[in-house]
């Protein structure tokens, strides 16, 4: 479970840092005091042995944000003290490297290499139809995300429309899974031909991520095994 909640840390960081809100590694927890954009937590813990050190980053926060979300990858807080609620929980998720993929994808997929293509991919995740795009001042996933070592951000397509995105972050010896979405498409059908691509592209590198509800099913279908449980805490 490290590895995953590390690889999703990172990923927090990166998602933050392109967006003018870095964080900060400490040996248990990574910590954000800037705002970060929205569905972004500002704390990560990093190890299931720490609360007290957790908490104490976690109140240091309390002191400086009103509203926050943190998240408890081992399950291992109690933040009820300290004004916060469960806003949902979640299931840490691993595949072994080299699992077979025979699936023929049904999609045409390539990473996006640009600016303008990450708007187009940004309108896909945020579910806009045609030619429509994220207002500037609400975007989430900026430019400099590209240039983050690592990140490959992927994109689905028929024709020359995205209809299906999701993100892939090489981190150590795993990649992490994130961001799989489709208007257009079930999760059942959509988790296949992500973990077909990513899978094929990096062979020798399991691969991690989190998901809950359907997207956990449709997972667990795509030859993910369930390694633990996460919380994510919510401070309104």
Known sequence: MKEAARNNALWCDAVCRANDAPGVFHPSIWVTRHAVPPFYPNAVTLT???AAGQIAHIAALCAERRRFSVKDS???????????????????????????????PALHWTTIADAAGLERWEAAWSGLPGEQRVAAGERI???????????????GSRGDEIIAVAAAHLTGEVVGLSNV??????????????????????????LVGYEHGEDLRAALTAGFRAIGGLRVWARE
């Not at 300290?82 to 949902?88: A, E, N, Q």
């Not at 079930?186 to 062979?203: D, G, I, M, N």
């Open 141 to 155: 996933f900026r430019p400099a995300l590209l240039a983050e070592p690592g990140v490959r951000l992927l994109a």
């Open 74 to 104: 081992y399950e291992a807080l109690d933040l009820r003290s300290l004004g916060f609620d469960v806003l949902f929980a979640a299931t840490w998720l691993w595949r072994e490297a080299g699992s077979a993929t025979p699936l023929a």
């Open 48 to 50: 299931p042995d720490d």
């Open 181 to 206: 979405f489709s208007a257009r498409l079930a999760a059942a059908e959509l988790y296949p031909e992500v973990v077909a691509w990513t899978s094929r592209r990096f062979p020798e590198r399991p």
